[in-house]
């Protein structure tokens, strides 16, 4: 019986820890949306661009030259 209530223990433990965690993150959340207000709109913008880049494109002339180059280096 005390190994049974010493796992109950640890169950409830484990779970409070788990809520503890859930609610530091959702207060984190908050802060960091609290936060992006006082950023100017400018440097924000610089932000999601870096954290968001534009695809390049490749011509198809570089990738055929490429796959040539590839295919030479590999007869090698």
Same mark, same amino acid.
């Given at each position: 019986m005390?190994? /049974? ?5 640890? /169950? ?7 809520? +503890?965690?859930?609610?530091?993150? $959702? ?6 949306? /609290? ?11 610089? $932000? ?10 490749? +011509? ?6 490429? +796959?040539?180059?590839?295919?030479e280096?590999?007869? $090698?």
């Amino acid at each position: 019986m005390k190994r /049974f209530s010493a796992r109950i223990a640890e /169950f409830r433990r484990k779970k409070d820890e788990e809520q +503890s965690e859930s609610e530091e993150d $959702e207060i984190d959340a908050d802060y960091a949306e /609290f936060l992006a207000g006082y950023v100017p709109k400018e440097e924000q913008e610089e $932000e999601d661009e870096e954290q968001n880049p534009e695809p390049i494109e490749i +011509s198809s002339d570089d990738s055929e030259a490429k +796959s040539e180059i590839f295919s030479e280096s590999l007869s $090698e």
